[in-house]
């Protein structure tokens, strides 16, 4: 089951909007239960032209596990929403910190090994990312760095080697991907 049954609102409370997106909005809120700071990922369904997607990407996070990917603790369905619920990453994403600050090279080496480390876990289980940007890498306080977003993510194995479809963010896509040349997991590294 990709969604589990109940209402998450029953042990969530205070939340409050700390991102948007093209799927829907983020907010953080806290565990009634434990106190823990949580993020929610609420979807709307009906805007969404591509449903599947965010259905993909609740399965990837629900099946896939690794101390790089962020951790998904939960999913529900609340009205016309998908709600995902998962950790939150204080730093947030890499976006806002090359925005506002300049990263050295020691910095930029310890993002981009954690990164690797989540994309060959992902490959090696078949699994191609196909949107890596910097809004999709989330930072912890403690230096721990996640790979999110998950929606475009796609299945490769030796039947079926290689995709075509033209999915991720056009600023970020690699050239086969644009040009609608086939690709695999090559094509994020």
Avoid at 14 to 41: H, L
Avoid at 100 to 115: F, G, L, N, P, Y
Avoid at 130 to 158: T, Y
Wanted: glycine share 6%; proline share 4%; hydrophobic share 40%.
């Amino acid at each position: 089951m990709v969604v589990s049954p109940g209402d998450p609102r029953d042990n969530l409370e205070n939340f409050i909007k700390i991102g948007e997106g093209s799927t829907g909005i983020v907010c953080i809120a806290s565990e009634k239960s434990t106190g823990r700071q949580v993020a929610v990922k609420k979807m709307d369904l009906h805007k969404q032209q591509r449903r599947e997607l965010l259905f993909n990407e609740v399965v990837i996070m629900r099946d896939y596990h690794h101390p790089n990917i962020v951790e998904m603790f939960d999913s529900f369905l609340v009205g016309d929403e998908l709600w995902v619920v998962m950790e939150f990453l204080e730093g947030g994403a890499l976006t806002d910190i090359v925005t506002h600050s300049r990263m050295d090279e020691e910095q930029i080496a310890t993002v981009c090994k954690q990164c690797l480390k989540a994309l060959a876990f992902l490959h090696s289980q078949g699994v191609i990312h196909r949107d890596i940007k910097s809004d999709s890498i989330l930072l912890a306080n403690d230096g721990r760095v996640k790979l999110s977003d998950f929606g475009f993510c796609a299945q490769v194995s030796n039947d079926l080697p290689n995709r075509k479809s033209l999915v991720g963010t056009p600023y970020w896509m690699a050239p086969e991907v644009i040009s609608r040349l086939p690709y695999g997991p090559e094509v994020k590294i």
